[in-house]
C-alpha cells in the first residue's frame, strides 16, 4: 500500500505499508512457545494414559495430536505489517572505542512515523483487526533491515563522501558501491537501487580504464 508524498499528491513524507509474509515454520515458533508446548503435551499424555487404561476400543490419536500441534489461531489471524518510508536521514555515524555509533535524534521525523502508526492502525481497523503496535517503538527504539548511509554521497566534500558515482572524494581510485553512499532512505525497499547504483559505479570504473 503506497502513501503518497508532497511529491506526487499527497503531503508530508511517504511511504509503503506492506505485509511481512513470513515462512510456515514461524507460525510454528509462535504457536508453540514452551509454556503452551508443555501443557498441550501434559494434555496429550493424559489422555494417552487414560486411553490404555480404560481399554477404549476408541482411537482418538489423530484428535489428541491435533491438540498438542493446537488451533493455530494466534498465527492465522495476524498479519505483521512493515512501514518501509522517507524518514528524516540526520543520524550520525562515528566510531567511538573502536565500534560504531549511531547518534540520531528521530523527533524530526516524529510526524512521519505519527501517520505511518496511523495509517496503520486505521487499516487494521477496517480490516476489523486489533492493532498492536512494536513494543520497542514505546522505547523510542526502531528495528530496521535496510541500514543506509555512512559515507553518503553529496554533491560536493563538505556535503559528503563519495560522489554520484561512488568515487571518494579527495582519494582517487577509490569508489563505494553498497547501500552505505544512499544519503538517505529511498522510500520502498533499497536492494534494486543499491544495484542499479553499484552498476553505474562499476560502468564508471570501466570507463576509467578505457580513458
Ligand atoms: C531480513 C532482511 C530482509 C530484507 N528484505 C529485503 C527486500 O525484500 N527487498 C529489498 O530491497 N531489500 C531487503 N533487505 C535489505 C537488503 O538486503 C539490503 O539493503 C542490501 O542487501 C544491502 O546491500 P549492501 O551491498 O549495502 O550490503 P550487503 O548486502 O549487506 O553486503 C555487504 C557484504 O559485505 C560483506 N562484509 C561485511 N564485512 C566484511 C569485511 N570486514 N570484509 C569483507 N566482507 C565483508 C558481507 O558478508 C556482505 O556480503 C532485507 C534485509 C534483511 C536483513
Known sequence: MRMPDRLDGGS???FFIEDAGYPDFVNWLVEQNALTMSKHVLRFLLRRGWSRLSHSPRSEVGRQLSGVVGKGLLTATSLPLLGMGRDVPNGRMRLRDGY????WDTAASDAYFDRVNRTMRELSSTLGG????DPLSYLNRLITVHPLGGAPMGRNREEGVVNSY?????????SIADGSIMPGPVGSNPSLTIAALADRSADRIIDGFRR
Request: proline fraction near 5%; charge should be negative; glycine fraction near 24%.
Open 12 to 14: 508530508g513524507r511517504g
Open 100 to 103: 560504531l555509533d549511531l547518534d
Open 130 to 133: 486489533r492493532y498492536a503496535s
Open 166 to 174: 561512488g568515487e571518494v572524494y579527495g582519494c582517487p581510485g577509490l
